[in-house]
């Protein structure tokens, strides 16, 4: 991809962004059908503090004017919220988080049902809600609940679908944006009101002037928090192979002091919102629908201590799900890397819980103080809603994290050209070797990698099958043995890789792809390397069950009609290479350099994989 190119593509997804951000803003300000504006306008007047303010301003201002979006991206939020709580202690959603891509689609599936049942919902009882004020609905009936209802879970579903479209062809997370652009667009009339109380003399001048720098020093905490680490220093023990020494590095695991960001804000605000989000409407004379509106306003204890007691929930519930510190213990030991002091296995996963559980301490109160602290100079002075501390927190840390993808972008495409355009970059001067079983996607990766490093594919399948082809002696051998489900003898590879290694044109661009498949092999490539002074610079297993690799391979024969993908020797392939390979990968698998990737995912996701571990 040229430079002008990956400019024009960065561009692209800018302005893809800012136009569904635009289609999202206009839906804000189309009303449902058969509501009487002036008669909303006199009850919203009344009804802008609590947690209706606060839905309104995550709602782009749509609740105030009864837009189709008036439930703004709240159903969405709560049902990802059900569902991530479902993941944690439900065994069945559990499994399908393990299943790799197929699970996600499931969950995320689900996640979308669950937001279509909740916006009926609420959208039943929103209609409900307006009939039961006087002269607010023009026509109350029948007709009226079914297209408020039609129209309430259609807005929502549209603005997921923009949100998801943002993620996937534009900048940032998509969600995150469309709340983060309701919140920014309401910014100017707050500024308005703010100055309007001023002039008129509610708020003295020194008490604005407070506000602002109040305002001020509060952004400025939140960058510093957010981007806050704590770096755990790694080592790596050096480790001969050949007669070369390799390893020996340092290395640093960061931790961020926040590590769910503005997730626990959201979820907390979008579970307040849940079950007591209509009764400020004020539309029932109910008189349990008022008691609990009174106590759900700002200042109340009651709801001051929800709030709080839901970020820190959700604080320490999504930092649980992100980040697993047995798993990061078990892929340090994997790769050789050890807590200086601390025992790997067991020890070194304690110690990073107990790091985590610190920073994660302080992390909540970091956003439990920055939401509540603007709460309390709400409740006693006439200051606007939209100043309050969750609309800041989302604000900034949404600007900041598109900021960050931007600046990825950028330097990730800079950083390509660098390469491309020197001869001697590391990025030209690597051998690499793809594991995997027979239709594991070696093949496919190895042309992928041809075309970025210039490299040259030693697929020991394809020098076997142009033996077999040519009918040489060699090949009569090979057919016998495959045909018996075993691998070819080492003898005969050996001797068909010596001459490719050894050629002065592919040296340091070689792609090996299935190769080595014994110990034997892989004692012989080192000998070959060392001899020809070069070395294995990446290894990846691509690993994959036997029920994808049969479903795979039955496709590969209907389409490429190879003569060695009979359905009776699959099983048999695939078994003998597990057995036989296993040796081969505990033998690569104490190099720093070998990566295990889930061979399941779709193939432009273990390309980006397969990308990243050789730009790091």
Known sequence: MSASSSSNDLRNRILFSIAVLAVYRFGTFVPLPGIDPEQLKVLMDGNQK???????VFAGGAISRMAIFALGIMPYISSSIIVQLLTGVSDYFKNLKSQGETGRSKITQ??????????????????????????????????FKISTVTTIVAGTLF??????????????????????????????????????????????TIMILAIFILLILTILFIVFMERALRKILINYPKRQMGNKMYGGESSHLPLKINQAGVIPAIFASALLLLPVTFSNFSFSDNETFLNLSSYFTQGQPLYMLLYASGIIFFTFFYTSITFNPTETADNLRKYGGFIPGIRPGESTALYIQNILTKLTTIGATYLTLVCLMPEFLIANYPIPFYLGGTSILIVVVVAIDTVTQIQTRLMSAQYEQLIKKTKFGSWYQVNIILFGPPGAGKGTQARHLINKINGFQISTGDMLRDEI?????????????????????????????KTIIFDPQKKNKLIFDGYPRSINQAKNLSLLLDESSQKIDHIFFLNVNKETIIKRIEKRKII?????????????????????????????????????????????????????????
């Open 560 to 616: 490429e009609k190879r003569s060695d993908d009979e359905f009776t020797t699959i099983l048999k392939r695939y078994d003998t290479y597990m057995e036989a390979t296993k040796p081969v990968l505990d033998f690569y698998s104490k190099n720093p350099n070998f990566h295990e990737i889930d061979g399941t995912y779709e193939i432009n996701e273990i390309t980006s994989k397969i990308d990243g571990f050789i730009n790091v």
């Open 159 to 204: 603005l997921m679908w923009l949100g998801e479209q943002i993620t996937q062809r534009g900048i940032g997370n998509g969600i995150s944006l469309i709340i983060f652009a309701g919140i920014v667009a309401e910014i100017p009339r707050a500024l308005v009101t703010t100055f309007e109380l001023g002039r008129t003399g509610a708020v003295s």
């Open 110 to 143: 689900i996640t979308r049902y669950g937001t279509v049942l909740l916006a009926t919902v609420q959208g039943y009882g929103l209609a409900i809600g307006l009939e039961s004020s006087a002269n607010l609905v023009i026509n109350p009936g029948l007709f």
């Open 469 to 497: 082809k040519k009918n040489t002696e060699i090949g009569k051998l090979i057919v016998n043995d495959m045909n018996e489900g075993k691998f070819v003898s080492d003898q005969i590879v050996n001797k068909l890789i």
């Open 50 to 56: 609590g947690l209706l303010g606060m839905f309104n």
